[in-house]
């Protein structure tokens, strides 16, 4: 049986290496954008103020993207080094898309983001604006493929398990890129990273026009950030409750923790506002419930019903059962790859298969698990309800306050009224929310999909390599030891730059750049 | 589809030795650079001319790698599996450099203080020797074996530990990958440097050139005596990739088969040590162009050596011969190598393009004089 302990420290690594990339990632995805967005300006206008804010800007992105960077080659390469099993069992399918979003986008964004630093003095205005763009467009499609890969692992579509190599292979690709998990999860990942982009804007911006200094520079950035993050605000809400749509039919229990609802309910089904769910009594205390809400937004309709935590519990157990007759056939042609009975018996009962492969935490054979080890095995498939309910919540309230964050900005920015200091305050404070609820956001993701790795395929602890624990002990310390140093250089540097601020050799004269400016900063006294 | 699976097979077998190559030639010359810095530039002006001929470039070549590693996954995944579970801690050393780097090219003169910049440049140093020392002693094991087996599930085992890599035949192999890459970071040193730097890089450039020759040939009698390996069983090259179903045995000598039967092949070993000699004539008659494309060769040659050695064998098993994944029996399925296939077709073509567009805008040497404030 697999060591539990080197489970746990996987599981560790990969979530500490990966929720660490994703501090890097949702700002490279925004700030590439917003960056193409200025100089934009500046081709278009000619105004010198417009490629200082770009270069400016771009020299926090590229210390930011360098760290996106460095911490991605991690995750490239972690599923060989700390998931072997996983790797050769979904390699067929998962391998693609991570190749060819190196084909098709990293390599776009990597190859160009030199010229986009070197190249100022040895481009034109607009090659080089092509070059930033470019270098968006390839940040934004990476995030594409990795996120097929990974809505591929919560809806394992286009694929079935090959008896005769002993893992998952693609039945159709079209299904795997266009699964709509996949393309949920991505709109909703870029606009969050499109907020955080803004965000970052808006509260260094802030910051400026608070300390009364770079005025000229933080006024225009200020108003850049506002439009574009009130847009991203509102794309990350909505698209979000797209994502909420598509995982009813594949994740229905991920869905059931997020609203701690223990059994089904008469459709259409109320949203759990607040409550704390107890998964000992199986019910959530103190629950404030929102009729008819939770219904509308998963199943767009009045009458069809939203599964409860037991009665998926139920089915679950269900699935063991058919999964062990799957496991039995597979064992049969493991040493007699010809027999046309198990052929036939493994066909008919294939899709439960990762179900009997829950039973291999407890016995080696899980044709010989007892009743009480199915028992377990089911219970092993409700995830922590508490946490997920929380985290969830957490995040869709970040949500609505972006919205209206960046409402009111653009508000104030638009309709030429004064941006009082206390709102530049909030703003400035405003900066940590996007990391806090991209990271909850992924949380809900990846921890909601527990047990399994792959979604009712291949369950998370049967994935890792076969390493030993001092192995994994010696490298999960030097991950912690290298990242928090890098963070630390990363942030002072980050602050140093902030700090200095750009440098004003622009060519606009000062006065005559204010006067053109919205009246909304002309008459705050900032 | 319009090719068979034994064609595809053997197509993602040479584009795997393709992407290696890629990797080797482009990234390679940033890592010899990374290594040379602190012999061949030793004020911050010289050193920061040195970084920035390689500022612009280091981190698209450096795609190759992940590419390398994504392609691996996709069309190999057994390959990915078994070999990057089995070299555990080398793989984290390799990441722990790949990680360092980026950081600091970007990092290092952004701080003024001699302390701060001396320290990223002997991280940097580390990033450049590190990955080259250790790809040279994964392929040394590879060339041997390595111990790992799978169970019926074809879960991988491997039963080696992280000092066991450290034997001399690989240690041999680590410094010719190391000597091979200097001697490519000294070429473009000499191509794209100008003033000390690129008269020290000649210097180095040389004596490395020297050792490469020595070591490749030394290396060449080492495997011509060391045990190889054969399939002895009938294989279906369109059959399902499950490499529990042939038999391998272990002979002396046996990686020297296809070179018997296929005698063009020794043009592949020759090419390395032309290479090499190719660029040490360009060192020392200073004609830069000759120099790059002749270390350029003996890398690309070098990385092909092993391949059509190995031919059909990509990893040995030592403990279990039987185990060992070989170009028939440990690719992905015939549809996926197909859409691979087709994806590298249409995008292969459009990254040559754009980075020989990036290549040209940068056309022309650093010189320390250049180095301004928008520069590394």
Known sequence: ?526 | MIFDYEMLRLIWWALLGVLLVAFAVTDGFDMGVAALLPAVARSDGQRRQVINTVGPVWEGNQVWFILGGGAIFAAWPALYAVSFSGFYLAMFLILSALIIRPVAFKFRSKRDEPAWRARWDAALCFSGVVPALIFGVAVGNVLQGVPFHFDSSLRPFYTGSFFALLNPFALLCGLVSLAMLMLHGATWLQIKADGEPAERARKYGMIAAVVVIVLFAIGGFWVSNMDGYRIVTAMDPQGPSNPLRKEVVSEAGMWLNNYRTQPLLWLVPLAGFAGAVLALMGLFWRVGALSFLGSKLSVAAIITTVGVSMFPMILPSSTDPGHSLTVWDSSSSHYTLGVMLFATVVFLPIILLYTAWVYKVLWGKVSESDVNKDMY
């Open chain 1, 1 to 526: 049986m697999i060591d539990a302990t080197l489970v746990e420290l996987s599981r560790a690594q990969f979530a500490l290496t990966a929720m660490y990339h994703f501090l890097f990632v949702p700002l490279t995805l925004g700030l590439s954008f917003m960056i193409a967005i200025m100089e934009s300006v500046y081709v278009m206008t000619g105004r010198t103020i417009w490629r200082d804010m770009t270069k400016f800007w771009g020299l926090l992105f590229g210390i930011n993207f360098a760290m996106g960077v460095a911490t991605g080659i991690v995750m490239e390469f972690q599923f060989g080094t700390n998931w072997a099993y996983y790797s050769h069992y979904v390699g067929d399918v998962f391998g693609a898309p991570l190749a060819i979003e190196g084909l098709m986008a990293f390599f776009l964004e990597a190859t160009l983001v030199g010229l986009f630093f070197f190249g100022w003095d040895k481009l034109g205005k607009v090659q080089h604006l092509a070059v930033t763009w470019l270098v968006a467009l390839g940040s934004n499609l990476s995030a594409l493929w990795i996120l097929i890969a990974n809505g591929w692992m919560q809806n394992p579509v286009g694929s079935f398990f090959n008896p005769d190599t002993m893992r998952m292979e693609v039945t159709d690709f079209a299904a795997v890129i266009f699964n709509p998990v996949a393309q949920a999860k991505f709109v909703h990942t870029v606009a969050a990273g499109y907020v955080t982009g803004a965000v970052f804007v808006l509260a260094i911006s802030a910051y400026y026009l608070l300390r009364g200094r770079y005025k000229a520079l933080a006024k225009r950035s200020f108003t850049v950030a506002a439009s574009f993050g009130l847009a991203a605000a509102l794309s990350v809400v909505v698209l979000g409750d797209e994502s909420g749509y598509a995982i009813t039919d594949n994740q229905k229990m991920k869905l059931a923790m997020i609203e701690g609802m223990w059994h089904t309910e008469e459709a259409p089904a109320s949203f759990t506002l607040f409550g704390i769910p107890d998964r000992e009594a199986q019910e959530t205390h103190y629950e404030l419930q929102i009729p008819w809400v939770m219904g509308l937004i998963a199943t767009r309709s009045f009458s069809k019903e939203i599964p409860g935590i037991m009665e998926l519990a139920a089915l679950s157990e269900m699935h063991i059962r058919d999964g062990l007759l799957a496991y039995d056939a597979l064992e049969t042609l493991k040493v007699d790859e010809a027999n046309p009975e198990a052929r036939e018996a493994f066909l008919r009962n294939q899709q439960y298969l990762g179900y009997a492969l829950l039973l291999k935490k407890y016995v080696d054979d899980p044709r010989e698990a007892s009743d009480q080890q199915i028992v377990m095995a089911v219970q092993d498939s409700l995830p922590n309800v508490f946490a997920l309910f929380w985290s969830f919540r957490f995040m869709v309230a970040i949500g609505f306050y972006m919205i209206a964050l960046f409402g009111l900005a653009f508000y104030l920015v638009s309709l030429r009224r004064r941006v009082p200091r206390w709102f530049l305050r909030v703003s400035f404070y405003t900066l940590p929310l996007p990391w806090i609820a991209a990271e909850l956001g992924w949380l809900v993701a990846e921890y909601g999909r527990q047990p399994w790795v792959i979604e009712g395929v291949l369950p998370t602890f049967l994935g890792v390599s076969s390493i030993g624990i001092s192995d994994i002990l010696i490298s999960l310390g030097g991950f912690m030891i290298l990242y928090t140093v890098l963070a630390v250089i990363e942030v002072r540097l980050m602050l140093k730059y902030i700090r200095q601020g750009p440098e004003e050799d622009s060519g606009d004269d000062p006065a005559k750049l204010d006067a053109g400016l919205s009246p909304a900063f002309a008459k705050s006294k900032d």
